[in-house]
Nanobody, 117 residues
Framework: QVQLVESGGGLVQPGGSLRLSCAAS???????????MGWYRQAPGKQRELVAS????????NYADSVKGRFAISRDNAKKMVYLQMNSLKPEDTAVYYC???????WGQGTQVTVSS
């Protein structure tokens, strides 16, 4: 079994920051260092979209155009953690954010991010 547990969501004002965390455990733990991980988000009435991804070593990252320069994905392989630092948040960033083992059907339960004044 694979468990991915997100945390760190909440309500923040426009221009604010949040840091999301994803803790991986279970059968992924032994191969975590070679797993590509991603953060997705889904806003009400919209399709789930890829926000950012990171290779196992952390050497390569990719971002959706809408978050480039504002969000940063990182990982700590020793702790089996993936992070998403979100700065300069906008109302359109409001969504449920999900951690994903890329190219698999392993997802976390999601964490709500609401950007509103």
């Amino acid at each position: 079994q694979v468990q991915l547990v997100e945390s760190g969501g909440g309500l923040v004002q426009p221009g604010g920051s949040l840091r999301l965390s994803c803790a991986a455990s279970g059968s992924i733990a032994s191969i975590f260092v070679i797993t590509e991980m991603g953060w997705y988000r889904q806003a009400p009435g919209k399709q789930r979209e890829l926000v950012a991804s990171i290779t196992g070593s952390g050497s390569t990252t990719n971002y959706a155009d809408s978050v480039k320069g504002r969000f940063a994905i990182s990982r700590d392989n020793a702790k089996k953690m993936v992070y998403l630092q979100m700065n300069s948040l906008k109302p359109e960033d409001t969504a449920v954010y999900y951690c994903n083992w890329m190219y698999t059907n392993y997802w976390g339960q999601g964490t709500q991010v609401t950007v509103s004044s």
